[in-house]
């Protein structure tokens, strides 16, 4: 009994691995359609294959559905998880063409390249322009508020002397009236 159950962990194992290998490259979103199952539906629904098809490095779907882990269609995407940056699709004929393209190297997972995770490093160098960019806006701001406020003053001391200006005029033109006055 024993050992039937062992047979049993290992044969999961394998369908666990296998079923890794089927579904590399699936948009997180998408991979309600790559469930195992005896069949698999392009996501165009434009067609239906057995799902051992999935991965297998020949396009059967017009869209590429099927091939999201290889470079079998021209027009498939691959999906670089980039853990701890923005996930991002590649073009599939970048997959296993000996650059690597994912910061973690996922997309060369077959071509023999050994591919260094950048991940963390491209994370903060991303991290650090966003928080220059956060520094010079928050610059950016106080002196947009310092220019406001100096304009405020500004239309203030131009209000003031308008205000001494019409009170001059008040007066001269009292003084005007009086001179007027005198004279009749």
Not at 116 to 126: A, D, G, Y
Not at 149 to 161: H, K, R, V
């Amino acid at each position: 009994m024993v050992k039937f159950c062992f047979l049993i962990e290992i044969f999961l194992f394998i369908l666990l691995i296998k079923n890794q290998e089927l579904t590399i490259g699936i948009d997180p979103k998408d991979s309600q359609h790559y469930l195992p199952k005896k069949t698999f539906n392009c996501l165009d629904g434009n067609g239906e294959i057995p799902y051992s098809y999935i991965n297998d490095d020949y396009c059967d779907c017009l869209d590429g559905s099927d091939e999201p882990g290889t470079n079998a269609c021209s027009n498939g995407n691959f999906f670089c998880h980039n853990e701890g940056l923005d996930p991002k699709k590649i073009p599939s004929s970048r997959v296993n063409d000996g650059y690597c393209d994912c910061c973690s190297g996922e997309d060369e997972y077959n071509s023999g390249v050994e591919c260094i995770n950048t991940c963390s490093s491209e994370h903060l160098i991303k991290k650090t322009k966003n928080e220059k960019k956060e520094k010079l806006r928050k610059k950016g701001s106080n002196k947009r508020e310092q220019m406001i406020n100096e304009i405020d003053d500004l239309f203030l001391n131009i209000d003031e002397e308008i205000e001494k200006s019409e009170g001059k005029l008040e007066r001269q033109k009292m003084k005007k009236e009086k001179l007027k006055q005198r004279k009749t």
